[in-house]
C-alpha cells in the first residue's frame, strides 16, 4: 500500500522559511520514473503546483516561487522536504504531497496524495 | 504562461450524465488528468492521459480531448460524486491546474 504523509508546522510567522516534510511508503524513490511533487491548495481555492523531485534527483520548481523554493529527498529514510522561504500571509494553504510514476509506458500524475497539512502564516 | 480553465459550477440530477469540460489553446495535444476532491478530503485521481481510468475508479467515469476541450464525463452520477473536479495538463515540466468546477448533484 502506497502512503504519504505530510508534516510540518501549523503556524509560520511572515518573513520565516517553512520546512515540510513527506514521509512516504509502499514505494522507493530510486525506482526508475518515480517522483514525489508538492501541490498547495489556499482554503477555498485551487490546487497550485510547487515543485517536484524525479528518482534521478532532476527537480524542477514553479516559475512563479522558484526562487522561495528548495527541494531535496533522502532515499534512506523515504523523504522529501520542502523549504519555502519569505513566507507571507497569501502563503497560507494546505500543502499536499503527491506520488507520480510511470506505468506501462505511460506518466500517471499524482496518483497517490498525502493526506495535507495546513499551514497558516500569521504574526 | 498556459493556463486551462473551468466552467465553476456543473449541475446534474442523480442517474443522468454530467459533463465537465476543460479549455486550453490546444489541450487536446497535451495529455490531460482529473481530480476529484470530496469536501475536507485530498484529491484523488479520476483520469490520467485523457482517457484512462486507474484501478479502483468506476467505470462511469470517463475522459475525452479534442482540439481546445477536455471532457470528465460521469455517467449515471451518485450523490457521492458529488464534488470539486480539477484538471490538469502541463506546460513542459510546469504543472497547470484549472480552477475547479464544483458537482451538484441535486
Known amino acids: 500500500q502506497v502512503t504519504l504523509k505530510e508534516s510540518g508546522p501549523a503556524l509560520v510567522k511572515p518573513t520565516q522559511t517553512l520546512t515540510l516534510t513527506c514521509t512516504f511508503s509502499?514505494?522507493?524513490?530510486?525506482?526508475?520514473?518515480?517522483?514525489v511533487s508538492w501541490i498547495r491548495q489556499p482554503p477555498g481555492k485551487a490546487l497550485e503546483g510547487l515543485a517536484h523531485?524525479?528518482?534521478?534527483?532532476?527537480?524542477f520548481y514553479s516559475t512563479s516561487l522558484r526562487t522561495r523554493l528548495t527541494i531535496s529527498k533522502d532515499t534512506s529514510k523515504n523523504q522529501v522536504v520542502l523549504t519555502m522561504t519569505n513566507m507571507d500571509p497569501v502563503d497560507t494553504a494546505t500543502y499536499y504531497c503527491?506520488?507520480?510514476?510511470?506505468?506501462?509506458?505511460?506518466?500517471?500524475?499524482?496518483?497517490?496524495w498525502g493526506q495535507g497539512t495546513m499551514v497558516t502564516v500569521s504574526s | 504562461s498556459y493556463e486551462v480553465s473551468q466552467a465553476p459550477s456543473v449541475s446534474v440530477s442523480p442517474g443522468q450524465t454530467a459533463n465537465i469540460t476543460c479549455s486550453g489553446d490546444?489541450?487536446?495535444?497535451?495529455?490531460t488528468y482529473w481530480y476529484q476532491q470530496k469536501s475536507g478530503q485530498s484529491p484523488v485521481l479520476v483520469i490520467y492521459?485523457?482517457?484512462k481510468r486507474p484501478s479502483g475508479i468506476p467505470e462511469r467515469f470517463s475522459g475525452s480531448s479534442s482540439g481546445d476541450t477536455a471532457t470528465l464525463t460521469i455517467s449515471a452520477t451518485q450523490a457521492t460524486d458529488e464534488a470539486d473536479y480539477y484538471c490538469?495538463?502541463?506546460?513542459?515540466?510546469?504543472?497547470?491546474f484549472g480552477g475547479g468546477t464544483k458537482l451538484t448533484v441535486l
Open positions: 503527491a506520488r507520480s510514476r510511470t506505468l506501462g509506458g505511460d506518466w500517471v500524475a499524482f496518483d497517490v
Open positions: 509502499g514505494f522507493s524513490l530510486t525506482a526508475s520514473g518515480m517522483r
Open positions: 523531485i524525479d528518482w534521478d534527483d532532476n527537480k
Open positions: 490546444a489541450l487536446g495535444d497535451r495529455a
Open positions: 492521459r485523457h482517457t
Open positions: 490538469q495538463a502541463w506546460d513542459s515540466t510546469n504543472v497547470v
